[in-house]
């Protein structure tokens, strides 16, 4: 008869049963089974767009640069997932907070084009790069359908700074600048040295959330990359880098939990240990001159950072609401800008860049540009703080995917900090890493909504509402059956 059940009551459950329940949807729950890289084709192809995007590494060999291997990776993967839906998450991204501000940057972007003071630069702009940094930031947040999916775009952007770590050790070279105490990595044609700084600091904070589960050989590789990280920035000579990576060890020693504090300690004495050995000549000088500012280059020259800074501001208060347009600061720097008054109009004009991604957002797009910007990054920290409190302490010591869903309301908040601090000193307000944390942050309440919605046992408990509603979620019926049976014993015939 259709719709009628009947049930036996053997001893106890079925492990076939049981397990079945729990490899739903790829996760481990409450069982000892680690996290593994998802393999279908549309992750492992955004995991090669992830590591080529963040790593640029296809720009060293010349013969790939024609091919256009990302563009071609994008286009190939949304192609895969519009003829495989089932392969997207079920959950509207749009839903989820970091994507709707995305969306909203992405609107004043279009919007700034219009009212800015170049049209054709800043749609062209939108068009060559905007666009693409928007639409694989939301590629990336609807294929995290699970927890395993977030790890696996985790490990593309760590191997990434692996190839970053191993291009500024062995590849690029140590030269000085004229301008600097320090021989630092220069001729880099992926990143300059500042932006270097900043793109392996998040790296170096989610090695450290991928260390909270890994294994075997995984977790030496692990380690050797934040060595290779340390020196990496010890060698950019980056005073930006430096200064993210003491205020994101200062936060370390506050925020990380089931580490003592006397181990806390010890890793950034080893890690300033490391940074040490790996200093170039004239390191730590150059260093020095972040407590004597006034005598640096940046605040007494007309293109220093103060004076840019300063000129950024005025640019924002002379166009308040839709600000210059996206990517025309240096068109104003040589058009509009007050240098112009006191400077040889018959001679060389430098078009610099903000070098400050918050003056870049707050000119660029306007004062609601700047404040929706810094609250994608500063709503990032805060909110996922927030969540760690209210997820069950249990989950530390829990399976692989509460140990990582867990540890990432710690590191994730780690990074943007990072960020947050080194993007005083370089031009990121519309490149990729900002973004695709913001996507990871998304993908980490659809993988929450997952969990809830899978978990078993008594520590698993504890995730309150906010994190997501599981009965929203296709199948949670199915589910919350196969655990009743299990608890009382009994199991649906046909299930041997």
């Not at 506050?254 to 300690?265: A, D």
């Not at 996922?384 to 409190?389: E, S």
Request: proline share 5%.
């Amino acid at each position: 008869m259709m719709g009628a059940v009947s049930f036996r009551a053997p001893s106890a459950p079925s492990p076939r049963t049981v397990a079945g329940s729990r490899r739903l949807a790829g996760f481990s729950v409450g069982t000892g089974e680690p996290l593994r890289i998802t393999r279908d084709p549309l992750r492992v192809t955004l995991f090669v767009v992830t590591i080529l995007t963040i790593s640029r590494v296809h720009q060293h060999y010349p013969f790939l640069a024609p091919l256009r291997p990302v563009l071609l990776l994008v286009i190939a993967s949304a192609a895969y997932a519009y003829l495989n839906p089932r392969s997207l998450t079920r959950v509207n991204v749009l839903t989820l907070w970091p994507m709707k501000l995305i969306a909203l940057l992405a609107v004043l972007a279009c919007s700034s084009a219009v009212f800015g003071i170049s049209l054709g630069a800043t749609a062209h702009y939108i068009l060559e790069t905007y666009a693409k940094t928007i639409l694989y930031a939301f590629l990336i947040a609807m294929s995290i359908r699970t927890v395993r999916d977030l790890y696996t775009f985790v490990w593309a952007y760590v191997v990434a700074c692996g190839i970053l770590v191993y291009f500024s050790l062995f590849v690029f070279r140590i030269s000085k600048a004229s301008v600097s105490y320090v021989a630092r990595l220069d001729h880099l044609y992926m990143y300059d040295s500042n932006d270097l700084g900043l793109v392996v600091m998040i790296g170096f904070a989610l090695t450290l959330l991928l260390l909270v589960v890994a294994r075997g050989v995984s977790r030496w590789l692990l380690i050797l990359n934040l060595i290779g990280i340390l020196a990496t920035t010890a060698r950019s000579g980056s005073r930006g880098g430096f200064l993210g990576l003491v205020v994101m060890g200062g936060a370390a020693l506050v925020l990380v939990k089931g580490v003592t504090v006397s181990r806390r300690i010890s890793f950034l004495v080893v890690a300033l240990l490391v940074r040490a050995i790996g200093a170039p000549a004239g390191y730590w000088t150059q260093m020095g001159t972040l407590l004597q500012p006034k005598d640096d280059y940046n605040y007494s020259t007309v293109d220093g950072r103060r004076a840019v800074a300063q000129r950024g501001l005025g640019y924002m208060i002379k166009y308040p609401l839709f600000g210059l347009g996206i990517s025309n600061f240096p068109r104003a720097e040589c058009t509009i800008s007050p240098k112009l008054e006191d400077l040889d109009r018959t001679g060389p004009i430098r078009c610099t860049a903000p070098h400050n991604s918050y003056i870049e957002a707050g000119a660029e797009l306007g004062v609601p540009g700047l404040i929706v910007w810094i609250s994608l990054l500063v709503g990032g920290i805060v909110t996922m703080l927030r969540m760690r409190g209210r997820l069950p302490p249990s989950w530390r010591r829990g399976s692989d995917s509460q140990r990582f869903l867990y540890g990432a309301t710690t590191f994730f908040p780690l990074a943007l900090i990072s960020f947050a601090v080194t993007a005083f000193f370089v031009s990121f307000a519309w490149l990729d890493p900002l973004y695709l944390m913001s996507a990871f942050i998304g993908g980490w309440y659809i993988a929450m909504r997952g969990q809830r919605q899978l978990a078993t046992g008594p520590n698993a408990g504890g995730v309150t509402s906010s994190v997501g509603r599981a009965r929203r979620m296709p199948g949670w019926r199915v589910v919350r059956s196969a655990q009743r049976l299990a608890s009382a014993g009994r199991q649906p015939l046909g299930s041997e």
